[in-house]
């Protein structure tokens, strides 16, 4: 599944809530979110406009590899 391109920081945040992802706190323009599903995780998402597409790719590998799903499982999810 293709990435979406025009997608924001803050968008991703409130989209990642779905998965147990709550915000804990934000320094400036960043924002930490964590969850306690299948351990504690936690990520740190920019909040820019659009995301840049590697940054936004990264961070889905980093939630799907915590989830033990494929990236396109957890676009699914999200999208």
Known sequence: MKLPRDISGLELANKL????????????????????????HHITVPQHVPLKVGTFSAILNDVAKHFSISRDELLQQLF
Request: net charge positive; glycine share 12%; charged share 20%.
């Open 17 to 40: 809530t779905v998965l147990g992802y709550d915000v804990t706190r934000q320094n400036g323009s960043h924002i930490r979110l964590t969850t306690l599903r299948n351990g504690e």
